[in-house]
C-alpha cells in the first residue's frame, strides 16, 4: 500500500511551474498550473524521455527527446508518438506540505 | 540480521585503507590506483548518452554504498541453483565478497590448473596473472568498470594450462546478504587446446534482498581452446547490478557463453564477445524472466576483429508486470575479418500490457566478403493458443506456462548443461504469474 508522502512545500514552485522529485524509489513530477498541483511519472511512455525536462504549456508537457505531449491532468498522450499514458500520482495541500500518494504498481 | 555497510562511499580514504590492507603484487595495486583516478574524475553516465537514455539510474545513491564488510555468522547463507546434482572439480563460494568455502579436486592441480578466490590467487600467482587481468576490460569505459577496476575485493580465477581438458565442471557462487555490496572479479584464462566448464551464478539472502553488485568478467580463451562458461544473475529484487564482461577468443578456439538474468531492480551489463583468432567461433545465449518494476539493460557486442570468425547470439525475454528489457546488440566487423559469419536474434514475450520490451540490433560492417544477419521480434501470448491448450483440460495458468517454456526452448536446446538447463526452467516457471 502507498501513502501520502511529503515531497514539497507550499511556495516552492511558481506558477505556472513544475520540479522533478525523487518520491519512494520513483522519480516524478510535480506541476503548479492555476493554482492546482499536479504529479505524474517522469517518464514519456515513447522512449522513457524525462518529462520534467520538457516544456510546460497549459496542461500539456512535451517530451524534450521526441516532442510527444501528455496531458498533466490525467497523464493522457495527447500527440504522436507517444500513444500510451503516462502514470499520474495524487496530489493534496495540507497547511503549507504538498503531499503525493504514488500511484499502484 | 545483516551487517549494514559503512556508508563511507568510494572514497579515497576508503581506497587507501583498503588497499593498505591488500596482499597483491604492486602493478595490480598500481591499476587500482589508476582507476581510482578515473572513477573520482568521471561522472555517473548521461541519460543524453545513446547507452543510457532507456535506463534510469537517478534513484541510484553511489554514496550510500561502499567496501563490503565481512558478514555475521547470524546472517543466512544463500544457496545456488546450478551446482545441484553436478559432480563438480571445484567451488568457490562468497557471501558480500566474503570467501565462505573453497575446495578443488587435487588431481587437476596435479595437472597445473588453478581455480579458486581470486584475491588469494593473485598474491601466489601474480606474474603469470599480469598478461591477463584487465587486458580484455576498459577502466575507463565508464564510472561502474572504474569502480570495480579501484574497489574490486573478490572474485574467480579459472587458469587452465595448454592441453589440459577439464571435463568436470567448476562453479562459482556469489551470495549477498540484504543490503549487502559485491564487487567480484571474475578471471578466466585457458590456454591453447584447454578446455573447461565454469558454473557462475549469483544468490540473495531473499526475494526482496537489496544491495549492490559492481562486477568484471573477463575470459581468455587461447588458440583452440574450448569455454562453456554460464552466468546467472539471480539477485534480490531490489539489488543494482551493473557489469562490463569481455571474452577474447582465440584462433580456432570456442565460446559458449549463457547469460541468465532473473534478479536485480536494475542491471546494467556490457557482454562483449572479440573474435581475435582466425576460425574463431562463440555462441551466446541469454534467457531473461522479469517481474514486477525489475529493468533488465544488456548491450551486446560480437566483435569480428579476425577473419573466418563466426558468431551466434540468441536473446530471449519475458517480461510480465510493469518490467522492462532492453537490448542492444551490435556486430562489429574489422575491416580485415572477411569470411565472417555473424548472426544475432532477440525475442521478447510479453505477458502482461504494462511490461515493455526494447530490441535494439545493429551491424557495423567494414569487412565486404560477410554474412551477418539479425532479428528481433516482441509479442503477446497468443489468445489461440492459450485457447487450444484449455481444449486439452490446461487451466489458463498451466497453459501460459506451458507456452511460456515453448519460447525458451529455443534456446534451453542450445544449453548443452541440464543442471543449467533445469535450474532456468525452474526458477522461471515459479515466477509466472497469470494474466487476463
Known amino acids: 500500500m502507498t501513502e501520502f508522502l511529503p515531497v514539497a512545500k507550499v511556495g516552492e514552485l511558481s506558477d505556472p511551474g513544475k520540479v522533478t522529485l525523487e518520491v519512494d524509489d520513483e522519480i516524478v513530477v510535480l506541476f503548479l498550473v492555476d493554482g492546482e498541483y499536479f504529479c505524474i511519472d517522469d517518464v ?41 499514458a503516462t502514470r499520474t500520482h495524487e496530489v493534496k495541500v495540507e497547511g503549507e506540505t504538498i503531499f503525493v500518494k504514488l500511484a499502484q504498481p | 540480521m545483516s551487517q549494514a555497510t559503512i556508508a563511507t562511499g568510494f572514497t ?16 595490480m595495486t598500481d591499476l587500482r590506483r589508476d582507476a581510482l583516478q578515473r572513477f573520482l574524475a568521471l561522472p555517473l553516465p548521461d541519460r543524453q548518452n545513446e547507452e543510457w537514455m532507456r535506463t534510469d539510474i537517478r534513484t541510484l545513491h553511489l554514496d550510500r554504498y561502499g567496501l563490503p564488510n565481512e558478514p555475521g555468522d547470524d546472517v543466512p547463507r544463500p544457496q545456488g541453483l546450478l551446482r545441484r546434482g553436478v559432480e563438480l572439480a571445484g567451488h568457490v563460494e562468497t557471501l558480500d565478497g566474503y570467501l565462505q568455502s573453497a575446495e578443488f579436486d587435487r588431481k587437476w592441480a596435479e595437472q597445473g590448473v588453478v581455480f579458486g578466490s581470486l584475491p588469494r590467487l593473485i598474491a601466489e600467482h601474480g606474474d603469470k596473472l599480469k598478461p591477463y587481468m584487465y587486458q580484455a576490460l576498459d577502466p575507463g569505459y565508464d564510472k561502474f568498470s572504474a569502480l570495480h577496476a579501484a574497489f574490486w575485493t573478490s572474485g574467480t580465477l579459472l587458469y587452465v594450462p595448454r592441453g589440459v581438458m577439464v571435463d568436470e565442471p567448476l562453479y562459482a557462487l556469489s551470495a549477498m546478504t540484504n543490503g549487502g555490496v559485491d564487487l567480484g572479479h571474475t578471471l578466466v584464462i585457458l590456454e591453447d587446446g584447454a578446455t573447461a566448464t565454469l558454473l557462475a551464478e549469483t544468490s540473495h539472502a531473499d526475494e526482496d534482498a537489496a544491495g549492490f553488485h559492481c562486477g568484471g568478467v573477463e575470459l581468455h580463451v587461447g588458440p583452440r581452446a574450448n569455454l562453456r562458461y554460464v552466468n546467472l544473475q539471480n539477485w534480490g529484487s531490489k539489488t543494482w547490478h551493473f557489469a562490463h564482461q569481455k571474452g ?64 551466434d547470439l540468441l536473446y530471449k525475454g519475458a517480461l510480465q508486470d510493469r518490467s522492462r528489457i532492453v537490448w542492444r546488440g551490435m556486430i562489429k566487423v574489422d575491416p580485415g575479418a572477411q569470411k565472417t559469419d555473424g548472426y544475432q536474434r532477440n ?18 560492417i567494414e569487412a565486404d566478403d560477410v554474412r551477418c544477419t539479425h532479428g ?37 536446446d542450445r544449453i548443452t548443461i541440464e543442471s543449467v538447463r533445469e535450474a532456468l526452467a525452474e526458477a522461471i516457471s515459479l515466477r509466472i504469474k497469470e494474466f487476463e
Open chain 1, 44 to 84: 514519456c511512455t515513447h522512449d522513457n524521455g524525462p518529462l520534467g525536462e520538457g516544456t510546460l504549456d497549459d496542461h500539456a508537457i512535451a517530451c524534450p527527446r521526441h516532442g510527444a505531449k501528455f496531458d498533466i491532468r490525467t497523464g493522457a498522450a495527447l500527440t504522436m508518438p507517444a500513444t500510451r
Open chain 2, 12 to 27: 579515497q580514504d576508503a581506497f587507501d585503507a583498503f588497499v593498505a590492507e591488500c596482499d597483491e603484487p604492486g602493478w
Open chain 2, 248 to 311: 577474447r577468443v582465440g584462433q580456432d578456439a570456442g565460446i559458449q557463453w549463457t547469460i541468465g538474468a532473473l534478479g536485480g531492480k536494475l542491471a546494467k551489463v556490457n557482454q562483449h564477445v572479440a573474435l581475435v583468432g582466425r576460425g574463431a567461433t562463440a555462441q551466446v545465449n541469454g534467457i531473461m524472466f522479469t517481474e514486477g518494476k525489475q529493468h533488465l539493460c544488456y548491450h551486446t557486442l560480437q566483435h569480428h576483429e579476425a577473419p573466418e570468425c563466426r558468431s
Open chain 2, 347 to 364: 525475442d521478447n514475450l510479453i505477458l502482461n500490457r504494462e511490461a515493455r520490451a526494447d530490441s535494439i540490433p545493429g551491424l557495423e
Open chain 2, 376 to 412: 528481433a521480434t516482441s509479442g503477446k501470448v497468443d489468445e489461440e493458443q492459450i485457447f487450444y491448450c484449455q481444449t486439452r483440460g490446461l487451466s489458463r495458468k498451466e497453459a501460459v506456462r506451458t507456452i511460456v517454456t515453448g519460447f525458451f526452448q529455443q534456446v534451453s
